[in-house]
């Protein structure tokens, strides 16, 4: 089983302040998911991604599979990038979708 | 598209009592899975299905079955109710290997 650790668990930031999460997982695998839960409890999927890094909008996440270590950025955050975010990689190297290990969350607020 | 959509949003049993969760993808997503969050806990897998007829049993399937007769379709039926199984049920649904596609969950409550 993949023992995930998001850290930290919970952010308070400040609009416009860089913001950096982080996921570190026990087992190699091929691919990792980052998802968004709303307050109201709704949860998006951000990103999968296998190596090096994506972009969208103002969400950045990398990732360094040897290192077994994943983070998301978010640049000039906004509050309402306050969410739970959650780390998600596979149990194993095989990268199956349906077997996810889903990190507890980091909690981020963010005041204007 | 309306995407996931999971009905009922809230749900109030008895111990004992029985329900079923829908769950309707309109994406035409082989892959279809059902998840529990407890408080402070990360999502856990019930069950999943990789095709209409197909399913398998997740991480914590004890008290729960599922069918996938269609594509579209995958209940979650509750039998005999347990205090155990408050928490709040989303339902997800996939390509293979690609980003999840959530309904806006259900929360339950067995008293």
């Known amino acids: 089983k993949n023992e995930v650790e998001q850290s930290p668990q919970n952010l308070t930031a400040q609009e416009g302040e860089f913001i950096t999460i982080n996921c570190s997982y026990s087992v190699g695998i091929s691919a990792l998911h980052w998802l968004q839960q709303h307050p109201g409890g709704g949860i998006v999927s951000l990103f999968m991604?296998?190596?090096g890094k994506k972009k969208h909008g103002r969400l950045i996440a990398t990732i360094n599979i040897q290192e077994k270590h994943s983070s998301l950025h978010i640049t000039a955050s906004h509050p309402r990038d306050s969410a739970v975010y959650i780390c998600?990689?596979?149990?194993?190297?095989?990268?199956?979708?349906?077997?996810?290990?889903f990190g507890k969350g980091t909690l981020l607020t963010v005041n204007p | 598209n309306a995407g996931v959509t999971q009905t009922p949003k809230f749900r109030i049993l008895k111990i004992g009592q029985s329900m079923t969760l829908q769950c309707t993808q309109d994406?035409?997503?082989?892959?279809m899975y059902w998840y529990r969050q407890d408080p402070g806990m990360g999502l856990k897998l019930i069950y999943y299905s990789v095709g209409a007829g197909i399913t398998d049993k997740g991480e914590v399937p004890n008290g729960y079955n599922v069918s996938r007769s269609t594509t579209e379709d995958f209940p979650l039926r509750l039998e005999l109710a347990a205090p155990s199984q408050t928490s709040v049920y989303f339902c997800?649904?996939?390509?293979?290997?690609?980003?999840?596609?959530f309904g806006n969950g259900t929360r339950l409550t067995v008293t």
């Open positions: 994406m035409n997503h082989n892959y």
């Open positions: 991604l296998s190596s």
């Open positions: 998600a990689p596979p149990e194993g190297s095989g990268g199956s979708n349906y077997k996810l290990t």
């Open positions: 997800a649904s996939s390509p293979y290997n690609s980003p999840l596609h």
